[in-house]
Structures are given as C-alpha cells and as structure tokens.
C-alpha cells in the first residue's frame, strides 16, 4: 500500500551533518505519522524522530534533541531528517517508517511500513 525508500546515507565525520530523505508511493494518504528509526547490530531498533501528517507535531529521541530536525513536504510526498552536530553514536542504519494512526509513535511495532533503510557512519 506504501513504499518508502530512504537516501542520503553516507560517511560523515563527527560534528559534520548530513540528510536523510524518504520518498513515499502508493497509498500516500495512509502516511498519517511518519518516522525515523535507527539500529545497530546487537540493539534494538531504537527510535529516532516522528512527524504528524500537517508537520505540525513533532517528536524527538532525547539523544537526538537540539541536533536532528525532522520535516516533511507532503506535495512531494517526502520526509527528511537534517542531522547536525553528529556524533559516532549515531552510527547506524537508518529506516523510515509509516503509521496510519496515531498510537505509540516511539515504538517500532506501532509502523505499518518500513524503508528499507539507509547507512549512516559517523567517524571521529
């Protein structure tokens, strides 16, 4: 029903940024929260970052508040997270992910579609 596909992965050195995108096919309309998850081998999938459909509500990991900034365009059907001031704990694959309601926006079991994830490597 939907399709994310995430971009913008790549080797950054620490203090450096970088910039996550997702671009969503299909039934769009069904994109009510969309949201950032990262894991590393041996972890959780670990929440990152979520949006309300209007752009208007925000969520943020505590790890990742003052640094990430999540946003979306829903004209163009995408959302990016702009990551700043990265750190090599933030080394991991990043995946983007749907929800068509509005329920445990933090919790991984709660999406309904998933990317298949993208390569973020921060070097100190």
């Known amino acids: 029903q939907v399709q994310l596909v995430e971009s913008g992965g790549g080797l950054v050195q620490a203090g450096g940024s970088l910039r996550l995108s997702c671009a969503a096919s299909?039934?769009?309309?069904?994109?009510?929260?969309m949201g950032w998850f990262r894991q590393v081998p041996g972890k959780e999938r670990e929440f990152v970052s979520a949006?309300?459909?209007?752009?208007?509500?925000?969520y943020y990991a505590d790890s990742v508040k003052g640094r990430f900034t999540i946003s979306r365009d829903n004209a163009k059907n995408t959302v990016t997270l702009q990551m700043n001031s990265l750190k090599s704990e933030d080394t991991a694959v990043y995946y983007c992910?749907?929800?068509?309601?509005?329920?445990?926006?933090?919790?991984?079991?709660?999406?309904?579609?998933w990317g298949q994830g993208t390569q973020v490597t921060v070097s100190s």
């Open positions: 949006i309300s459909w209007s752009g208007s509500v925000t």
């Open positions: 992910a749907a929800a068509s309601r509005m329920m445990a926006v933090t919790t991984a079991g709660a999406y309904n579609y």
């Open positions: 299909g039934r769009t309309f069904s994109s009510n929260i």
